[in-house]
């Protein structure tokens, strides 16, 4: 009995000691491909502020492609630096923002790069299990190049971040986001850090690696991996885990109708959005299996890609920045209900003439009593003009409903020019 119990003691010094040199190796390889990154942002969109920072990791070191958070980098023409460990400060360029899933591409002069630093290498199947020793590796509250520890606590659609989500009780802090989330037993990243729940304990989350593959894939290819446009909005059960069920179709040429349920894209099952967008992301042809009357069909379409969000763009006029959307990553259904007519926004004002006078998220109704609804033609309608009066619809919360409520404001129009991304 005696050497039975030795031998079961040092089975567990042995497994004990395996388990840590084999996580001293992880954070020794994930020293050099996480990233620091910085940036500033002169004229936000409304999901932006100002600046920010967060973490990121190197990717492809020929083409000098880093992965991040799109909530990092910025959803607006943004000023990013990057840093490895020990490193100078590298310029580094928006090259892909997803419209879906909180995830962007960073583009750096690949000769810059640390000759030591390595590629971080994903799990591209959706090999995850509840229960698996995890570890979030980035700059937590500044601490730089540092972990914190968990299990996966399981895998759903996260509504309320709108994508599909790893749930973890591994500590997900401001600074972690867009950094590596790794799967102890293997090492390799299984998804990015994005986001905890304030006031809570255990509840944070990231996006599953096996889509960010998919959309890093398609680029690295020169394709555009950006989600189709299924003009449509879904309804979800939660208690079934289904996410897909059609409750309002925007464009009358969609053939898809109300409490359609899609199972099947391109003969993948799926049962949320983001599996759905996954499946059909690359090929604007597409092929559906759906759940209609209680009948299975097949329904052949072709759809446009949303793009990059780095094709948007805004108008500046008297230091506000308007645009055609209330936000780019709002759910669908909130884009219907406050802006249904797709009127122009304003973005953000700093100071200056507008400010006092236009807000951000105020829905431009007219302007000079002219319904305009395109940036371009707005600018037009400005290039002359010393003056213009702009009828402004807003929301407000009160006594636990929205109100609307429409003013007028006259303003003097100075500096008037478009906001584009680099090209």
Avoid at 76 to 88: M, T
């Amino acid at each position: 009995m005696k050497k039975f119990l030795g031998i079961l003691v040092l089975g567990l010094v042995w497994c004990n000691t395996s388990f840590a040199v084999s996580l001293e190796s992880i954070l020794e390889k994930a020293n050099l491909y996480t990233v620091v990154i910085n940036n500033s942002i002169e004229k936000p969109f409304i999901e932006d502020g100002y600046g920010g920072s967060g973490t990121g990791f190197l990717v492809d070191k020929k083409k000098g492609l880093i992965i991040t958070n799109a909530h990092v980098s910025g959803h607006s023409p943004a000023f990013n630096e990057i840093n490895f460990k020990n490193q100078e400060p590298i310029p580094a360029k928006q090259v892909y923002i997803d419209a879906e899933l909180d995830l962007a591409i960073l583009k750096i002069d690949p000769a810059l790069i640390p000759a030591e630093a390595i590629e971080g290498k994903m799990e591209c199947s959706f090999n995850y299990k509840q229960g698996a020793n995890t570890v979030a590796f980035g700059h937590p509250y500044g601490r730089n190049f540092t972990i914190t520890r968990g299990i996966i606590s399981g895998i759903d659609y996260a509504k309320l971040a709108g994508f599909e989500a790893i749930q973890t009780d591994t500590p997900i802090n401001p600074g972690n986001s867009g950094g590596p989330f790794i799967d102890i037993a293997t090492g390799l990243i299984i998804g990015i850090s994005s986001f905890g729940l304030e006031d809570t304990e255990g509840l944070n989350f990231a996006l599953p690696s096996h889509h960010v593959c998919k959309v890093l894939s398609l680029f690295q290819e020169g394709k555009d991996p950006s989600p189709l446009n299924f003009n449509v909005l879904f309804a979800s059960d939660d208690r079934l885990r289904e996410h897909l069920l059609v409750s309002t179709v925007l464009d009358n040429s969609s053939r898809l109708k109300i409490s359609d349920n899609i199972v099947e894209a391109n003969g993948i099952k799926v049962t949320n959005p983001t599996a759905l967008s996954t499946a059909t992301r690359g090929n604007n042809k597409v092929e559906l299996v759906v759940l209609r009357n209680g009948k299975k069909i097949n329904i052949n379409t072709q759809l446009k890609t949303k793009g990059s969000l780095t094709k948007r763009r805004g108008l500046v006029l008297s230091n506000a920045l308007i645009s055609n959307k209330l936000s780019s990553n709002y759910s669908g259904i909130s884009e219907q209900i406050f802006n249904s007519q797709k009127h122009l926004v304003v973005q953000s004002v700093e100071a200056g003439v507008a400010s006092g006078k236009l807000r951000s998220r105020d829905i431009i109704m007219y302007v000079d009593g002219k319904e305009i609804k395109d940036l371009d033609d707005l600018h037009a309608y400005l290039i002359n003009k010393k003056q213009a009066e702009f009828f402004l619809r807003r929301a407000s919360y009160f006594n636990d409903e929205f109100v609307f409520y429409d003013r007028y404001e006259k303003v003097k129009i100075e500096d008037l020019k478009f906001l584009e991304f680099d090209k």
